[in-house]
C-alpha cells in the first residue's frame, strides 16, 4: 500500500461540482492499493500517518502528530501510484489491486482512521474527483508500507 501524505491548512474534494468533503488543518492522504495489499499494510501505513510528527510545536519545530494537533484527514482513492512508467510512454497499472480488494481496503483504512478519533473525510472510489488543497509548508511525504524497515 503505497500513500501521499500532504500536510494542509484546508481541503476540499468534488465529483461533478458537488462538495463530498472539506477539512481544515490536517493531512490529505492518496492511498493505493497494490494487488498483495491486506488489513495489515492499511493499519501500518494509517498508524504511521496520525502520529508522525510534522506539524510544528510552539517553537517552530516539527514535533507534533496529527493527533497532538486535533488534525483532521482527508483520503483520496489514487490506483495511479502502482503506475509503472519503467517501459514505453503508458503507465502499466497491473500492480494495482484490482476494484473489488481496492474499495474494500480503502473503506477499511477510513473506517479505522474514524475508530483512531481522526476526523475522516473521503472522495469516491473510482470517480473522476476534483481535489483542491492549500499544501502547508509545503509538507508532502511518501509512504509504503512494503517499505518497512
Known amino acids: 500500500m503505497r500513500a501521499v501524505v500532504q500536510r494542509v491548512k484546508e481541503a476540499g474534494v468534488s465529483v461533478k461540482g458537488t462538495l463530498l468533503g472539506k477539512l481544515g488543518k490536517g493531512v490529505v492522504v ?4 497494490g494487488q498483495d495489499d491486506k488489513e495489515e499494510d492499511a ?6 500517518i496520525i502520529n508522525l510528527r510534522i506539524f510544528e510545536d510552539t517553537q ?12 483532521e484527514m482527508m483520503v483520496i482513492s489514487q490506483f495511479t501510484l502502482y503506475g509503472d512508467c519503467r517501459k514505453g510512454r503508458r503507465p502499466s497499472f497491473i500492480m494495482a489491486a484490482e476494484p473489488s480488494l481496492a474499495k474494500k481496503l480503502y473503506d477499511y483504512f477510513i473506517k479505522q482512521g474514524e475508530k483512531a478519533g481522526i476526523k475522516t473525510v473521503a472522495g469516491k472510489f473510482q470517480a473522476m474527483m476534483d481535489v483542491n488543497l492549500i499544501n502547508e509548508g ?6 509504503d508500507s512494503r517499505k518497512i524497515s
Request: charged share 20%; proline share 4%; aromatic share 4%.
Open 30 to 33: 492518496l492511498l493505493g492499493i
Open 43 to 48: 493499519d501500518y501505513l494509517l498508524s504511521k
Open 60 to 71: 517552530g519545530k516539527m514535533n507534533l502528530s496529527l493527533k497532538d494537533v486535533n488534525g
Open 138 to 143: 509545503p509538507v508532502t511525504l511518501i509512504l
